[in-house]
């Protein structure tokens, strides 16, 4: 019986290395066109894996081909899609590099913001707790960042409306980040920098309710400091 298991692990594995040569061979051997479709394909049928591997052929194999700046857009959705974060930023900056006078840029732009939002809603910063808002909050600037030049540079962009939501998103957590802080200071009697803190958000974030909730704690930090 030990045998007989034995023998088809090994068989499996065998089976697993030839579906790997030939999926390799495939991708070395099959035209820029070929690879074009096939990774098209593969990214309208969710399959991300399979759709990176083919545009990943496309933009190597293939520099400077006609398919250059479609796969790379491609290759930003499907990175983004497939919650490899780090590639999709890696794919972006590439691709603004090589086409500074492409029409899609804003596209590009509008995928960093949405990325960094990403990596921050995965981004969990312990010391305050778990709440959304007491997260890193470095991505959540780069991203309002990206927004904000997307809406500056393409104001006509079909993007700019959703920026515009979600820069406003973004700044409400930022505040609310803001005064957890100031919470965390006001228990333990730091009254100085409590104030110093909501006298900050008055600054940064003059509109977002979290200001308008850390008002009392700049009033009795004041009552007590004096």
């Not at 545009?55 to 190597?60: E, G, I």
């Not at 899609?81 to 590009?108: C, E, G, H, V, W």
């Amino acid at each position: 019986m030990r045998k007989m298991k034995s023998f088809a692990v090994a068989a499996l594995a065998a089976l697993a290395v030839v579906g790997c040569s030939s999926n390799n061979k495939e991708v070395e051997q099959a035209s820029v066109n070929e690879l074009y479709n096939k990774g098209s394909s593969a990214l309208q049928e969710g399959s991300f894996t399979d759709s990176i591997r083919y545009l990943n052929a496309v933009t190597t194999r293939f520099p400077g081909s006609t398919y250059q700046e479609q796969a790379m857009l491609d290759l930003i959705y499907a990175n983004y899609k497939a919650q490899d974060y780090t590639a999709t930023l890696m794919t972006i900056d590439s691709y603004l590099n090589q086409f500074p006078q492409s029409p899609n840029r804003d596209y590009a732009v509008y995928m960093a913001g949405l990325t960094n939002l990403a990596t921050a809603d995965n981004a969990i910063q312990d010391f305050f707790g778990i709440d959304r808002s007491t997260r890193e909050n470095t991505s959540l600037k780069t991203a309002f960042s990206n927004f904000q030049s997307l809406v500056r540079a393409f104001p006509q962009s079909p993007y700019s409306q959703d920026a515009l939501a979600r820069m406003a998103y973004i700044k409400d957590m930022l505040a609310r980040h803001e005064l957890d802080i100031a919470k965390f200071y006001y228990k333990r009697d730091a009254y100085v920098a409590t104030a110093n803190r909501v006298v900050g958000m008055l600054q940064l974030y003059p509109d977002a309710k979290a200001t308008y909730d850390a008002l009392p704690l700049m009033r009795d930090s004041y009552e007590k400091w004096a």
